[in-house]
């Protein structure tokens, strides 16, 4: 097979153009090709480029600089009946993901996830979203599919590794659009992801993994600094490995693991708010409205501290993604369609670690000041000119946060420190895209960009002081989004494929 790079088409070509391009390039007619790389050059004049792989006899007398010899490495785990059982706890990307892998090579699997499956955790977010009436162990962050499942479902990451294809093409063999595979800033959207990670759990089910929902793992033994069993409230469980994929909202399982003398470190996280924008001024700033679809932009500002954008969602909608009564917390999400006709994204200024001393109380005093403010579910909002000239007025447009806003002075949620930081950011952003200032609003406080923990690891991937404890993810402070999370799964499935013997 060759790899042919450096394909450019104008933005409005169709795959038959591609395919003409690519028989140009080799000068001879070719059946079939699969693209492996579509980005935008959105320079002087927009184009898009691809790289495709051809498979072609005679390859050697097409190579060029652009045109390489491609192998298509066989990622899939080698299937072996290993009398080894794996208790997977947290069934998000990460659990999601070693799972997967664990079960593909003959472990016996079993997982414990406390929320919902996703038909009805959708009914108790949708109440939610609706009514204000939360369920701590059924919502945005807790459920099949973790916190990833009501997202906006980008699927981008700036890792580089064989794995990252694995992944993709497991989604896409459960139902995602084939295009996640090559475009550069792949998305699939809550309605498309919240179908494909059922239809993952379908599939494990098939392959005999043993699913535990609505059980949460509440108690822990540990033995000659090992875990020994596992504790819910319908019964204690054992297993030769336990991986804890427990994500970055589940405080209670730190504090255990705490109690339990599992090493543990602290690690800088962040704060802030969300901006809402109309979609059509990023377009205009980023692409002049050249490419049909909503634009996405990424931020970044270096003072003393940084100020940044995160999760950015075209198209997408401000959710409350508090797991816990009366606290606050925005996040974003989108569907396919990302046709909100606004733009949201979290700004997010740095908090070092010698900033707090429990990360989860720090944050969670924010997340409480803000409902004691609100006085309910509705989050704050400003303007952010209003907040740059420490005023408060009506907001220019309403939020899209489904239970409502309360006006409030950000400039009274930042020490005097940050606040000068993230306004010198705003104005940098503001040249960056023109109008960002004057034509967005505030929301807030957004507290959940990770976890304020490690559980250290080895270089076995286990935690330093309890052997057969393998934490993964978000919450173990080992990825951050859906792939490098995903990742993160594979990477410790593996490590204990590798170990068996
Ligand atoms: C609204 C929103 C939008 C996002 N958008 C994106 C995006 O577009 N792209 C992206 O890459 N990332 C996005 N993220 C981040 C991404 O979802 C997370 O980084 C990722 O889900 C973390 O994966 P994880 O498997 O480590 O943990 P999680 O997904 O957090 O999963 C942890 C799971 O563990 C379960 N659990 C916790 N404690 C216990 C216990 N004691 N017993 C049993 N089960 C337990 C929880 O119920 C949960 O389901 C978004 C997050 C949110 C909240």
């Known amino acids: 097979m060759l790899l042919i790079n450096g394909l450019k088409l104008d933005l409005n070509h169709n795959e038959n153009d591609l395919k003409q391009l690519i028989e140009k390039k080799l000068k001879h007619p070719i059946n079939s090709f699969e693209i492996k790389r579509k980005s935008l050059d959105a320079r002087k004049n927009p184009l898009y480029v691809y790289s495709v792989i051809v498979d072609i006899d005679n390859e050697d007398k097409y190579l060029s600089k652009d045109i390489v010899k491609y192998h298509k490495e066989n990622l899939n785990a080698e299937y072996i009946k290993r009398n080894k059982k794996c208790i997977v706890v947290g069934y998000g990307p990460a659990g999601i993901f070693a799972a997967y892998r664990l079960i593909e090579a003959g472990y016996d699997v079993s997982v414990f996830e406390k929320g919902k499956r996703i038909k009805q955790r959708e009914l108790d977010v949708d109440r939610f979203f609706k009514e204000g009436i939360l369920d701590e162990n059924s919502n945005v962050q807790f459920g099949e599919g973790g916190a990833g499942t009501f997202s906006d479902a980008k699927l981008t990451t700036r890792i580089k590794n064989k794995y990252i294809e694995y992944i993709l093409d497991v989604f896409v063999k459960h139902g995602a659009k084939e295009s996640i595979k090559y475009e550069n800033h792949a998305h699939i959207g809550t309605d498309e992801i919240r179908i494909i990670i059922s239809k993952i759990t379908d599939y494990l089910i098939s392959k005999g993994c043993d699913f535990h929902f609505e059980e949460e793992i509440i108690d822990l033994d540990i033995k000659n600094n090992e875990i020994s069993l596992i504790k819910t409230k319908k019964g204690e469980y054992q ?263």
């Open 239 to 501: 297993a030769d490995y336990y991986l804890f994929a427990t994500g970055h909202s589940s405080h209670s399982i730190y504090s255990l693991f705490k109690q339990k003398g599992i090493y543990m470190s602290k690690k800088d996280i962040a704060l802030g708010f969300r901006v809402e924008h109309p979609q059509s001024l990023i377009n205009q700033r980023q692409t002049n409205n050249l490419i049909n679809e909503a634009n996405e932009y990424l931020l970044r500002y270096k003072d003393e501290k940084g100020v940044y954008s995160f999760c950015m969602c075209p198209g997408g909608i401000v959710i409350p993604a508090m797991s816990e009564n009366n606290t606050i917390v925005t996040n974003g999400m989108s569907y396919s369609s990302r046709d909100s006709g606004v733009a949201n994204s979290a700004i997010l200024i740095q908090v070092n670690k010698d900033e707090f001393d429990d990360g989860f109380i720090f944050l969670k005093h924010y997340e409480q000041l803000a409902y004691n403010y609100s006085n309910s579910y509705k989050a704050l909002s400003q303007n952010i000119k209003d907040f740059m000239n420490n005023e408060l007025n009506e907001l220019i447009f309403k939020s899209t946060y489904p239970l409502g806003t309360v006006l409030y002075n950000f400039n009274d949620l930042f020490n005097e420190y940050d606040l000068k930081i993230i306004k010198k950011a705003l104005l940098d952003f503001d040249l960056k895209i023109p109008g960002f200032i004057d034509s967005g609003i505030m929301v807030g406080p957004e507290t959940r960009s990770s976890c304020p923990i490690r559980i250290n690891r080895n270089e076995s991937y286990q935690s330093i002081n309890t052997s057969n404890l393998y934490p993964i993810g978000e919450g173990a402070g080992y990825g951050g989004g859906i792939m490098s999370c995903a990742l993160d799964g594979i990477r410790i499935a593996n490590a204990i494929i590798s170990n068996y013997e």
